[in-house]
């Protein structure tokens, strides 16, 4: 009995499926016309198109739109004036404008350029560069190399430059940066009203020798006051007196400590103790005596007083 059911149900289950198998070829053919016919419109849609666009006339500017998210079995309906269906893209017509754009990119570029170089400024035409000169000679001279850091260093280095010039700074915001900031000058008259304090703290800073050697090798004439100096001479002219001024006041600093080296290397030579490094001994003792006689008011007094 159960084998007849068994054989029952095997053939209900034959019988259905030879008839899915006969109806599947209807269906497969009709989704097959479905998806030709929309292939054909999607095909013919951008030919219509390029047709239309070949046609038109090319006097106002080119519009290029971009269309997404349209479904396969929508239809391409015509682009209607005032509707936006994508991105709209236009190309400005030619001779309209354009020296102002390219003159307001000028300057931008020449904005971007000034402030990538104003740390370079800063190190040439103040007192910034002496001062770290000597700071980090005396860390040099004390026998720690990475000690301050230079973040340290350079931060000591921003404050003392501000201390020191002062005045300039103070001449420079009253008669060149508030009357630009308030529309009264322009921005030629405003750079030329800020150069100006910067050249006379360059002048007072700088030797005449120095002077003399950098218009020497500009080949220029030789000048009959300073006003006749232009900056790419006075410059230059600053740095290399800076740089005299704090090598001097760096030799200063070294002698003490240089002292103290060479009697801890006398005692330890005495005693027989070549195989013990000087430095270990003489560089608590160089700490010590700084700390003792307040090294750092010291030198800071002496880097302000030394400028006129």
Do not use: Y
């Not at 068994?6 to 030879?18: D, E, P, Q, S």
């Not at 003159?103 to 400024?121: C, D, K, N, S, W």
């Not at 322009?186 to 750079?191: E, K, L, P, T």
């Amino acid at each position: 009995m159960i084998r007849w059911f068994i054989v029952f149900g095997c053939a209900l289950l034959l019988a259905a499926g030879l008839a899915q198998a006969q109806g599947a070829p209807e269906t497969s053919l009709a989704n097959g016309a479905n998806v030709a016919n929309v292939a054909s419109a999607i095909m013919a849609a951008p030919a219509a198109s390029s047709a239309a666009a070949a046609s038109a006339p090319l006097d106002e500017p080119v519009e290029i739109v971009t269309t997404a998210g349209r479904s396969a079995n929508a239809r391409i309906a015509p682009h209607q004036p005032g509707q936006s269906t994508g991105i709209d893209l236009r190309l400005p017509q030619s001779g309209k404008g354009q020296g102002t754009d390219t003159a307001l990119a000028v300057r931008i570029v020449m904005g971007l350029t000034v402030l990538a170089v104003l740390p370079a400024i800063i190190v040439c035409v103040t007192a910034f560069l002496r001062i770290i000169i000597v700071l980090s000679m005396l860390r040099h001279a004390i026998g720690m190399p990475e000690t301050p850091p230079n973040t340290v260093l350079i931060g000591l280095a921003l404050f003392l430059t501000l201390f020191t010039m002062s005045p300039v700074l103070q001449e420079l915001n009253e008669h060149a940066l508030q009357p630009f900031m308030q529309g009264q000058l322009a921005a030629d008259a405003g750079v030329e009203r800020a150069i100006r304090p910067l050249r006379e703290f360059m002048v007072r800073q700088t030797r005449e020798q120095d002077l003399a050697l950098m218009v020497e090798l500009s080949k220029a004439k030789a000048p009959q006051s300073m006003d006749d100096i232009s900056n790419v001479q006075l410059v230059p002219a600053f740095m290399l007196s800076e740089l005299r001024a704090a090598f001097q006041i760096g030799f200063v600093i070294f002698l003490p400590f240089l002292l103290i080296d060479l009697i801890v290397s006398s005692i330890l030579m005495a005693l027989g103790m070549m195989m013990m490094p000087p430095t270990t001994i003489a560089l608590p003792l160089k700490v010590l005596m700084f700390i003792l006689v307040d090294g750092w008011s010291l030198i800071l007094k002496a880097l302000v007083g030394s400028f006129h």
